[in-house]
Structures are given as structure tokens and as C-alpha cells.
């Protein structure tokens, strides 16, 4: 079997960084995967993270298996951080939520859901999306097809497009929307866009599957909710597939969350019931260290601020680098505007170059970028952004 196999295609960002790593050239530059970087180019391991790890070393006295679903502390801080402690999700108990291993598998879990209990239901993913939203559904045997989203030409939501869309999504089918920082374009909807939304999918009677893997890196912790806030008011049942890589650093711990929403608290518990069965065939139970370090530091009121405050010195910082990214390409007197990319929210900006151009950039100066243009704004550091903005500069000339 093996011998008649050819190489599989790379991953369209994990084999880019394979490519940066090959790269022997020493001013290159990898804006490609989408981790956080300081300005020293390195992902840090953040200091409320390092304490609740030095606390669990030293408390920890077990390794035996977590429940399927993960531990009910976990589980507590996932819907607190998503909905708030007092909102009514919470107090009547229509919430339930697994730990996953990472927020890919969180929609990986809730698409395997799907195709055991809407097996005939579409998932639809917004123009562009995270590259891995369409091979995650239809791996599970899902069908996949597109709604509007981003207008190129104004490097800005298009809603009317996009609602004129969603209103002709057939009933029981599944709408991917992004809850904040949307990856890859950095365009969020506003409030009364998500409540407009709400509203359409009631109307037609699909189902919002939300992913949510940035909350606190657009504009706080409080507000990048809020969205996901508005929707619920409006629908009786959605999915939540949510991460702490981002916000809280864990990326290689792979902890994430799927939450599901119902109209009553037997319905709830129902639907979990057959989630928790879906887990069990696929890796049967979450690794603990991630949510034990979560659950520890929001248990904990200083390490809780100081985890806040981390949070928005990385969102700080990823501002920063979006206008001195911008102020960059206005003085090298490039002949296109790029001041939408400091109105974009996280990591990510959908830069307007094209795949020539992404091709150039990495063939010719050593700059790894998404095709389609996806920036990561973050791998953006003080050392790098002459050069950077220097190589777009002389391929915009060109």
C-alpha cells in the first residue's frame, strides 16, 4: 500500500514554515504561521503561565486520565470567558462544554457531531477563511460551500453581499463565522451586524458554528465577546469551537474547548451525551496540562491580572506593528494606500498582494507569506520591518 503512494500536497501555512526552516538565507522573514512573536522574534511563554506551571509541579500528584469531557473547573472558566459569569447561557444551564485538544479540535469534534446527526447538512465558510475551516468539515464527510465576506477592492466587509448570501442557506445547514479577529482578513462584523445575523439565521433556520481563537487580541477580552453575545440573544442553538493558544500561549499544549448552545437544559445535556461518545472514538480523553494551567491562573486573582495585563500588552504590541508597518510603506512613497491594515483587528491583515507577488517576496528576498496574501502582523519586530517594508516596496515597483 505504501509503495504506490505519492507525496501528499504541504500544508498551505505548516509546510511554508517548513520551507522558512530550509531557508539558509539569514535575513529571512516568516510571516506565514500564525503564532504570536515579540519583538524579538520569540513566542514567549507567558510569565502567569510559568507560575501556574511551578504551582502544578510542585501540587500535582496524579496522571491518571481526565473525564471525557474534561474537568468541570475547565469547563466552568470556558463559559465564564465566553458568555460572562451572570449571563442567562450560564444560570439556566443550556450550556455544555468539552476541553479539546486545541480549538481545531474542537470543530473537528463538533464536525464529526454534525455528520453523525446532519450528516446531509452543508457547512458554509466565508470567502476567504482559515485555510484548514474547509479540509476540517469535509474530512468528516461534510459538504462545503461559501458565503461572501470580503470585498478586495475595498479591503472591507462586504455585508450586503454576505447576508444576501446567508439568507438563501437552506434550513439545517451549518454557518462557520469568525468571532472576532477574523483570520485571514482582520475584518470583524459590527454589533448590529451580528444581531442582523441572529436574525437571518432564525428566519432560514441554519445553525451557527462560531470559532473564536483570538478573544482579547482586537480589542479586550470584554468586547471580542460581544458578538458571540449578540448572536446568542437571537438563536436557540449554535456551537462554539474556542482556544487558549493565542491568549494565553499554550499553542503546543493544544488547549481548546467546544461549547454547545441549546434552548433548554435536557436539550443540552442530550446533545452532549452524543459529543462525549464522539470524543471517545476519537482520542477518548484531553490532555490536562493546559486547562490544569488555565484553570489555575483564573482560580487565582493575581495571576488573573496578571494573565489580563498579558494579554493586552500582546494586543498593544500587534497595534503598534500594524501602524509602524503602515507608516513604513508611506515613507518608501509606495503608490497604494495600506491604512486599512491599522484598522484590522489581530494578527492578521489580508495585505492585497497577489500571488505573484507573495511568490516574489519569498523567492527573491526570503519573505514567507501566505498565498492570498495573509500577513501575520505579529512576526513583524523591529529587526525585520526595514527590510520587509523595503522588499514590498520594490515589488509593488515591479
Known amino acids: 500500500m505504501f509503495a504506490d503512494l505519492s ?60 473525564s471525557i469531557g474534561g474537568s468541570p473547573e475547565y469547563k466552568t472558566h470556558v463559559q465564564q470567558l465566553l458568555f460572562g459569569a451572570d449571563h442567562a447561557v450560564i444560570a439556566e444551564s443550556r450550556a455544555r462544554t468539552a476541553h479539546t485538544p486545541g480549538g481545531t479540535g474542537g470543530l473537528r469534534v463538533g464536525a464529526e457531531f454534525l455528520k453523525q446527526h446532519a450528516g446531509s447538512a452543508t457547512v458554509w ?83 451557527p458554528f462560531l470559532d473564536f481563537a483570538y478573544q482579547g487580541l482586537g480589542d479586550d477580552l470584554e468586547q471580542d465577546r460581544q458578538g458571540l453575545l449578540r448572536l446568542v440573544d437571537e438563536v436557540p442553538e449554535c456551537f462554539v469551537a474556542s482556544s487558549f493558544s493565542k491568549n494565553f500561549g499554550l499553542y503546543r499544549e493544544r488547549t481548546g474547548a467546544l461549547t454547545l448552545v441549546a434552548e433548554t437544559d435536557s436539550a443540552a445535556a442530550a446533545a452532549f451525551s452524543h459529543v462525549e461518545k464522539t470524543i471517545r472514538v476519537i482520542y477518548s480523553n484531553p490532555p490536562a496540562h493546559g486547562g490544569l494551567v488555565v484553570s489555575t491562573i483564573l482560580d487565582d486573582a493575581a495571576l488573573r491580572q496578571q494573565w489580563e495585563q498579558e494579554v493586552a500588552d500582546i ?49 527573491e528576498k526570503g519573505i514567507y507569506i501566505v498565498k492570498g496574501g495573509r500577513i501575520n502582523v505579529a512576526g513583524i519586530t523591529s529587526k525585520n520591518i526595514d527590510v520587509l517594508c523595503d522588499a514590498i516596496a520594490d515589488v509593488l515597483k515591479k
Open 315 to 363: 494586543r498593544t504590541r500587534i497595534k503598534s506593528v500594524r501602524g509602524l508597518f503602515v507608516q513604513g510603506l508611506a515613507q518608501r512613497g509606495v503608490d497604494r494606500d495600506f491604512s486599512f491594515i491599522e484598522r484590522q483587528k489581530g494578527m492578521f491583515s489580508f495585505s492585497g498582494l497577489s500571488d505573484d507577488q507573495v511568490s516574489f517576496l519569498r523567492e
Open 125 to 207: 465558510t466565508s470567502t476567504p477563511t482559515w485555510a484548514n475551516h474547509p479540509g476540517i468539515f469535509s474530512a468528516a464527510g461534510l459538504a462545503v460551500k461559501s458565503y461572501p465576506y470580503y470585498d478586495a477592492a475595498t479591503q472591507s466587509l462586504d455585508f450586503d453581499a454576505m447576508i444576501a448570501a446567508l439568507r438563501t442557506v437552506p434550513a439545517g445547514d451549518i454557518v462557520l463565522l469568525h468571532v472576532c479577529c477574523h483570520n485571514p482578513t482582520g475584518v470583524d462584523l459590527t454589533m448590529d451586524q451580528w444581531s442582523e445575523v441572529g436574525r437571518v439565521a432564525v428566519e432560514r433556520g441554519w445553525i
Open 7 to 66: 507525496m501528499a500536497p504541504p500544508d498551505a501555512i505548516l509546510g511554508l514554515t517548513e520551507a522558512y526552516k530550509q531557508d539558509p538565507r539569514a535575513s529571512k522573514i516568516n510571516l506565514g504561521v500564525g503564532v504570536y512573536q515579540d519583538d524579538q522574534g520569540v513566542t514567549p511563554v507567558l510569565g502567569s503561565v510559568k507560575t501556574a506551571e511551578e504551582r502544578l509541579l510542585a501540587s500535582e500528584k496524579t496522571k491518571s486520565y481526565l
